[in-house]
């Protein structure tokens, strides 16, 4: 790991670089990665490398935990993740907020990334702060169509420079529907036929996925991401 940086209260910016991601390729938006995240202290194989970090696995387990590529510099030999700190615990929060440049990390993937339907007349994108760094990525890598984001975080202080309505918790809990639900059912959506993408809590998005049906739009297109579920750890 390269550096780490702080850029709201809960959100920690880990980026990790070097020679071994020479050959990553980047997919673009909502692209992500299996990471593999070892306790401070265990006995890592040298070299750290997928391979042998599956040989060790019965001796030294890591969380494995899904996280988005918020930004890959291919010159530079860097990519950035976002991690919600959202308490110790949770071991990838944790690790998140105890990182310091030189700890190793390694990771699978990435993914395969969102293609928005090319024949949609708007782009509708939705989350709590876990989609945030998708929901920036894919931002970037949209044409100038018309963009409606909704992302729901804990208050003012977690705002980010992104072009997004920010639906604010005000202390209900994460996890909870209420806030984007209100959100979306109050909101004003351009004409036509949206191109939809929503991630974050398995159970708001499913109410998410409702409320929008409920708009109008077309229940099969909705096809929300569930980024993580209230009081199950995730892999
Ligand atoms: C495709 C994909 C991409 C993702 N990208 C990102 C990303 O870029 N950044 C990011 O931060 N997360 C991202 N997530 C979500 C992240 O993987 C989960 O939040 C994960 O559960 C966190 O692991 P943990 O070890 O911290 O907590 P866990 O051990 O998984 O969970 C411990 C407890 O914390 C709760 N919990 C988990 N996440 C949250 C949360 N965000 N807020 C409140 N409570 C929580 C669980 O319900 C559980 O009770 C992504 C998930 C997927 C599937």
Redesign the pocket.
Known sequence: MVRTQRITPR?ARITVGGPQIEDFAGAGT?E?VMLY?YEPGAELPEPLTLESARVAMSRVRP?M??????RHDPAANEID????L??D????????SNAKPGDEVIFVGP?PAYQPNPDADWHLLIG???????IGAIMQALPTAEIKAFVEIEDAAEEQDLDVVWVHRNGVP??SPEPLVKALEAAEFPQGRPAVWA?G?RQVMQAVREVLVGRGVDRASVRP???????????
């Open positions: 959100m909502d992500n995240l969380y935990r899904t996280y988005t590529i918020r993740f976002d991690f919600v959202h308490g615990h949770g071991p990838a929060s944790k690790w998140a993914s709590d702060e876990t989609a945030l760094p998708a994460a996890g991630a809590e991401a569930s980024y993580w579920r209230l009081g199950h750890a995730g892999s």
